[in-house]
């Protein structure tokens, strides 16, 4: 019996790891922990008999408890709640399905443990991946990406030589505004970023896909997970979203991994690896998609594409700074308080006013973000 541990559970990977979990007889639910969705939360807990759960509001955390008193489940909260959760007894695999840089903690906390990681939450790599990746081979912990991009990736280096890759191909959608200039940005509304064209998500990671942020944070991702430079990762525009992503070999082979737009598949490879498991759902049909384009990332008119790899080459600190003002940036266009163009506004102007730590303590990491966070909320 697999035991697995999900943070983020009531969100978008959350619901489809548990999908995953439903569809399969031999995997058990330790522990889940989510933000405030309390309800699902609840129902969660019903049908998976979690023994520990975790809710970030301490007060929402109260509120869980008293509705499920006739059940002998532990509730915990906050920062401390979500570490329990991670390195809960007997869990062998952590499923990180939070968003934002509140999921570095519990995954380190994870990897001490000695549990595997099934990593969805980019943003623990992309700011701390100078540790995490060290101390997963301390600690012999096995880092298995559920991005689909990532997992694509991986998949396309089982059989093959990570020392002969020449170059990640990455491939993206384009998001819901491919082809636009930044004059037709101008006026873009909550609504219609939130519309993309191929994928369901979660709102942050729409609206991030949206302005290609999202790819920049897995052009990143991937520099850790695959141990290449990040211009060694290319982004590809598959508006089909057929081809997941591609490795490129020195002898000039292009392996890639391709199938429908089904986030439960790299997820249930992220648990059963190496094992392939038949998964139901719709499969390819050549034949009604008849072609696969590919373009060039626009990198003026998407310039959060741009600041993400300079963050990735400059390295330090720079990528915390990156990622805490998009995340601010999101939270607030999401709440109309800016507009849509002040999303990659707000991260060069935080970029530009920080001073680079070349390689910073986890301290140092939490304090960048914090000072970033700060230094919007005085501006905006």
Same mark, same amino acid.
């Given at each position: 019996m697999k035991k697995i541990a999900i943070l983020g559970s009531t969100g978008s990977i959350g619901t489809q790891t548990l999908e995953v979990v439903r569809e399969n007889r031999d995997i058990e639910v330790t522990a889940l922990a989510a933000g405030s969705n309390i309800k699902l939360l609840e129902e969660q807990i019903?049908?998976?008999?979690?023994?520990?759960?975790?809710?970030?509001? +301490?007060?929402?955390? =109260?509120?869980?408890?008293?509705?499920?008193?006739?059940?002998?489940?532990k509730v915990v909260s906050g920062m401390e709640g979500l570490i329990e959760v991670a390195i809960c007894k007997d869990t062998s695999i952590l499923v990180t399905a939070i968003v934002g840089m509140i999921g570095i903690r519990p995954t380190i906390a994870a990897i001490e443990a000695g549990k595997d990681i099934a990593l969805a939450n980019k943003e623990t790599l992309v700011t701390a991946g100078h540790l995490i990746m060290p101390l997963a081979r301390e600690k012999k912990v096995r880092i298995l990406p559920v991005d689909s991009e990532h997992s694509a990736i991986f998949q396309s280096l089982?059989?093959?030589?990570?020392?002969?890759?020449?170059?990640?191909?990455?491939?993206?959608?384009g998001g819901p505004f491919r082809g636009k200039k930044l004059h037709e940005l101008k006026?873009?509304?909550? +609504?219609?970023?939130? =519309?993309?064209?191929n994928w369901e998500m979660g709102r942050k990671i729409t609206i991030d896909s949206s302005t290609m942020v999202n790819k920049g944070l897995e052009v990143i991702e991937a520099k850790w997970l695959f141990d290449v430079d990040v211009d060694d990762v290319q982004v590809v525009v598959q508006p089909q979203s057929v081809i997941h992503s591609m490795v490129e070999y020195n002898d000039g082979a292009v392996i890639a991994q391709l199938g429908t737009p089904d986030m439960k598949l790299p997820i249930q490879y992220a648990l059963y690896y190496p094992e392939r498991r038949y998964l139901p759902g719709e499969r390819l049909d050549f034949w009604k998609i008849s072609k696969l384009t590919f373009e060039q990332p626009d990198m003026e008119t998407f310039y959060g594409l741009k600041l993400a790899y300079e963050a990735g080459r400059r390295g330090g600190s720079l990528p915390t700074v990156m990622n805490a003002a998009n995340e601010r940036a999101v939270s607030m266009f999401l709440e109309r308080r800016i507009a849509y163009l002040d999303i990659p506004g707000i991260i060069k102007e935080c970029m530009d006013a920080h001073k680079n730590i070349p390689n910073p303590t986890l301290e140092e990491i939490l304090r960048a973000e914090q000072e970033t966070y700060e230094r919007i909320e005085s501006r905006w």
């Open positions: 019903r049908e998976f008999h979690p023994m520990l759960v975790a809710v970030w509001s +301490e007060e929402k955390a =109260k509120e869980l408890k008293e509705n499920i008193k006739d059940l002998d489940v089982q059989g093959g030589q990570e020392k002969s890759i020449q170059k990640i191909l990455l491939t993206a959608s006026d873009i509304q909550v +609504e219609d970023a939130l =519309k993309h064209p």
